[in-house]
């Protein structure tokens, strides 16, 4: 049996691990892997005791994944950094000689890089993977985080380049992406978009709590747009905010719901401002194993994302869980591969201006797509599906891998 370890530069109880990660590996490992995974835990809390850790560990075990963590620091920024990359080097190159490690599987840039130094310094060399997810060091830039051209980012692209050269195999988000990035022909790119575990999150009869959720959000009657994810950064929150505006000017029955691990207090400030009150949105934290059911009382899906060339390699987990709930989506123009699904697949409508005619005009033409909720779901099952799409992937790049 081939042994794989997944580096994860993030906390295992983050929702994007739960979702994206977590059900990945099991499909792995049920296709044959042995599966070890690395995590980087945040200071832990008073809920995140050796109890619950050795807890986590035990229901890992069962999923046929072993998990270890490292401490994540985040204060000074890049010293922090620097200090968990020696780290966790380290340990893989631990790992890499007492598992017997036959592929190191990085995702994104800081990963990977762990990976990458930990392999160039062992006896024994496994497979990298480079799972890119995005395009960091832009990302960075465009969200005003780091300046544009600096040190920063300078030293994040040098460092990319080197690991696009070391890398044996590499994942990436969306077909646009495979396109911009230069890989010769005999190493594996795979293109394999955030997928829905349908088995576990989406089951068929999603559709049957729809009523009670309704009931239980006081939405009976209205039109309910939601939006799942973070806000702020490349995530226009203001934007939002207006197409909600406009869409209470055409319908007061219109209601928002915002389900965010974000900081609320900008997006129900800015829906005050245009005249929502308490009783006509819903924001706040919700679980991720909750999030299909608060899905499942909405009507329209929303994914707002700044069009920039680093947006080109995102696929935004929302879409799939959107059209798994069988929601139509209202999304903006130029973000990954968004506008090829929406325009062949006709399940919801592009907005390439965030100015007030443009907001109206989506809505009504909105009501004029009809009900395409069966439509959606096909949808996520033909393009999302974790076993079907994301698993089979994953897999085929694993054996494409060990076979060169």
């Known amino acids: 049996m081939k042994r794989s370890l997944y580096i994860c530069y993030f906390g295992l109880r983050q929702p994007l691990v739960r979702t994206q990660v977590i059900p990945y590996l099991q499909e792995l490992a049920r296709g044959g892997i042995d599966v070890s995974l690395l995590t980087f835990e945040p200071e832990m809390s008073s809920e995140w005791t050796p109890e619950a850790i050795e807890t986590e560990r035990i229901n890992l075990a069962e999923k046929g994944i072993k998990w270890d963590l490292r401490a994540y620091h985040k204060r000074p920024s890049a010293l922090a950094t620097a200090w968990d990359i020696l780290v966790g080097s380290l340990t893989v190159r631990k790992k890499i000689a007492a598992d017997k490690i036959d592929i190191l599987h990085g995702r994104v840039h800081v990963a990977t890089l762990m990976g990458a130094l930990a392999r160039k310094f062992s006896s024994r060399k496994p497979k990298l993977i480079f799972d890119i997810r995005g395009f960091f060091p832009e990302e960075y830039t465009d969200a005003g985080v780091w300046p544009e051209n ?3 980012y300078r030293s994040a692209k040098r460092v990319e380049r080197w690991l696009m050269k070391e890398s044996d195999g590499f994942v990436v988000l969306t077909e646009k992406a495979r396109e911009m990035i230069l890989v ?4 594996p790119v795979e293109v394999i978009p955030c997928c829905v575990d ?12 729809r009523d009670e959720m309704r009931e239980k959000l006081g939405v009976a009657g209205r039109t309910v747009y939601t939006h799942v994810g973070a806000l ?11 197409l909600m505006a406009e869409a209470r000017g055409l319908d007061q029955r219109a209601f928002a719901m915002f389900l965010t691990q974000s900081d609320p207090t900008e997006i129900v400030e800015l829906l005050k401002q245009r005249g929502f009150t308490d009783k006509d949105m819903f924001v706040g934290r919700v679980d991720p194993t909750e999030i299909p059911t608060y ?5 329209v899906g929303l994914s707002f994302v700044k069009a920039t060339y680093a947006t080109q390699s995102r696929s935004p987990t929302k879409i799939p869980e959107y059209l798994a709930a069988g929601l139509p989506i209202i999304a903006n123009a130029g973000v990954g591969d968004v506008d090829e699904l929406i325009n062949t697949e006709k399940v919801g409508l592009l907005i390439d201006k965030f100015e007030p005619e443009a907001y109206q005009n989506v809505l009504f033409r909105l009501r004029r797509l009809g009900n395409v909720s069966e439509r959606c779901k096909e949808v996520a099952r033909r393009r999302f599906d974790l076993e079907t799409v994301g698993g089979v992937s994953y897999r085929r ?3 494409n891998i060990l076979q060169s």
């Open 150 to 152: 600096g040190m920063l």
């Open 184 to 187: 010769d022909e005999t190493r």
């Open 198 to 209: 349908f088995a576990e999150r989406f089951p068929a009869d999603i559709g049957s709590r």
């Open 232 to 242: 702020g950064g490349l995530y226009l929150t203001k934007e939002l905010a207006d």
């Open 295 to 299: 899905l499942s009382a909405s009507d």
């Open 397 to 399: 790049l694993y054996d």
